[in-house]
DNA sequence: TGGTCTTAGTTGTAGGTACAACCAATCTTC
DNA sequence: GAAGATTGGTTGTACCTACAACTAAGACCA
């Protein structure tokens, strides 16, 4: 165990970190479905889907990215085929493994969806802080990370929220 | 709209809380649920509770608190019912109104988990900060809640992580 | 070659949450 | 004092997620 407990300061902390977490993907989620008809974690797979080459990538490496378990994503993909969405296919390399495609109609989303996900982002978190707190949130959150196993390290990912609106070909 | 999207520094930052968002709750739910058998949320509704005059309050006074829905707290009520750690009795002054009181297994509950449950936070969020940051952290949460609803202000609660092991009467 | 271990992924099931529909009691207003 | 609106809460359903069990293919090794 790591000893006594929290001080004022840092119940004071951690009440408000913990509300965030409480209400922010409530936010989120409540956003992106809405308008387009997805969860917050479909749409990062999507997304992430989206900036991979061919669109395409590994069931356990798109896990891995996502940091999402593998049954969680099998479910996910299962559901996101049935929307057209995403295709699955069987690698050829390695006859275990399993090939995620996004579909025209899955880059369409993307697309159509990121603007208002990241008008969303920037009212509710970017826009609430100076730029000096921007800074300080990304070292807070980096060491945080450190210490939720060794996924920390590996979480630069996803660029696509700065995407200008080029409409898929 | 809220005009751009996000710059290097802001996408850095929130990519980072939105790795913090999908892996912080999944830690402090499997701690409490391997050790105490419950749910974050379960764990918030029992401390709530347990710092509650007679251990009582009024259902939607307690959701307010914990910010949750109504259905999802009284789904939540039906469960830690059927666990014997709280009770429902209608509102002796307005008949609408339902009671929610913390059982003695309820309150023995609490106390059993809490220390485990405060080290965890200790663990992974707070050691992971130094005494600036756990700060700064602070003023970012409070920022960002306040964008979040009317709820930011009244975030102030919950006192039950530094208890003293205590041992109910 | 055959046995075992590991890796990749799916499926089943149980519990959690959101949303909508519903019921009952109180308040308002005329 | 009765109609309509509002408040407090529960229930039903659909979807999401975790966890465990399972299948199948590659890797390792005697």
């Known amino acids: 165990m790591d000893g006594k407990s929290l001080s004022q300061q840092e119940l004071a902390a951690w009440v408000r970190l913990?509300?965030?977490l409480e209400l922010l993907p409530g936010v989120l989620?409540?956003?992106?479905?809405s308008d387009a008809g997805l969860t917050h974690f479909q749409y990062i797979v999507l997304s992430t889907l989206s900036e991979a080459p061919q669109h395409t990538?590994?069931?356990?490496?798109l896990a891995a990215q996502t940091h999402a378990t593998l049954p969680r994503l099998s479910h996910v993909a299962q559901r996101l085929q049935d929307l057209n969405?995403?295709?699955?296919?069987?690698c050829p390399e390695d006859a275990r493994a399993t090939n995620i495609r996004l579909t025209a109609a899955g880059l369409q989303k993307v697309h159509d969806?990121?603007?208002?996900?990241a008008a969303t982002v920037r009212h509710h978190v970017i826009d609430a802080l100076t730029a000096e707190q921007v800074h300080q949130l990304t070292d807070i959150a980096t060491a945080v990370l450190r210490r939720l196993g060794p996924h920390g390290a590996t979480a630069a990912s996803y660029t696509r929220y700065d995407l200008p609106a080029t409409p898929p070909r």
Chains 1, 2 share one sequence.
């Open 113 to 117: 969806s990121a603007p208002g996900h």
């Open 29 to 33: 989620d409540s956003q992106l479905r």
């Open 18 to 20: 913990a509300t965030v």
């Open 57 to 61: 990538m590994r069931m356990t490496a």
């Open 85 to 90: 969405l995403v295709e699955r296919f069987p």
